[in-house]
């Protein structure tokens, strides 16, 4: 497979879901590899018709061709904000509520105790010597073919809805013009390791920023369940499988780390067999 390095840059604001925590919904400080995963599957069953079979046989062409890794925030250009070890600065400077609450349809007022706040990743940096540009995530992707029904990989990254909150006009993205996407690059962002083709080489003591499901310590265990597509109900109407994932952990010995590719877990790192 072929290493791909690309970033992005919001046209809007951003709800990348992380679940609720009282009236606050909360917002990840990076984005996993499955939201891109499945905003590309979703743009391209459109484009082959929006039957639901179509989005069923986008999504497994997708799972089948692409390894699809985290992006994280670069802050002053160059540093990349880890989602646990960064969360300070990311709440800082890229993060941002907006309160709502739901209608009642019969009495067209708010219904009780349904005020709440979303909380999105701001198009433009909040403070800090980048204030009021736009923010920048970065990331990477294993790939056997750049292109998906004849249409390069980059023009599809250019039509994706990231996240939740379309309806608010959430979740516009494009890759960034000048060098926003670099095939056969030698780094993954915020990742000191040797690229590989089916993965990332690291030795003992690195840290890997995101979610893993093995090889690291250094970091609480916490449940990863992502939402995924139903047949019948479409994408984002099914719970993926939980599984244990440690975020921004340090590698326990010299290893090798891919994109995982089933349902539990999908697009978060897992040591590959020696």
């Known amino acids: 497979m072929r290493f791909i390095r690309y970033t992005l840059e919001p046209l809007t604001d951003l709800h990348l879901g992380a679940g609720r925590a009282g009236m ?91 005020l709440f706040e979303v909380e999105s990743l701001s198009a433009r940096v909040l403070s800090g010597t980048q204030r009021g540009q736009l923010a920048r995530l970065a990331g990477g992707l294993w790939c056997e073919d750049e292109k998906l029904d004849g249409i390069p990989l980059r023009d599809w990254f250019n039509r994706l809805w990231l996240g939740g909150e379309r309806k608010s006009g959430h979740g516009r993205v494009r890759v960034v013009e000048k060098g926003g996407w670099a095939p056969n690059a030698a780094a993954y962002p915020g990742i000191v390791g040797t690229i590989e083709a089916r993965g990332i080489r690291l030795d003992k003591g690195v840290i890997l920023p995101g979610p893993a499901c093995d090889g690291v310590e250094d970091a609480p265990l916490r449940p990863w369940v992502g939402r995924l597509h139903d047949p019948v109900q479409g994408f984002g109407r099914r719970l993926s499988p939980p599984v244990l994932v440690r975020m921004d952990g340090r590698v326990t010995s010299p290893a090798r780390f891919q994109i995982e590719p089933g349902e539990a877990g999908w697009c978060c790192w897992r040591t590959l067999p020696k």
């Open 24 to 114: 606050v919904m909360r917002n990840l400080g990076f984005v996993p590899g499955h939201l891109v995963g499945h905003a590309l599957a979703s743009v391209l069953g459109a484009a082959r018709g929006a039957r639901p079979e179509d989005f069923a046989s986008a999504l497994k062409l997708v799972r089948e061709r692409l390894r699809l890794g985290p992006l994280f925030l670069i802050d002053d250009k160059t540093q990349v904000l880890t989602p646990r070890r960064h969360r300070r600065e990311i709440e800082e400077r890229h993060l941002h509520g907006r309160t709502q609450v739901a209608l009642d349809s019969f009495s067209r007022s708010a219904a009780d105790g349904a």
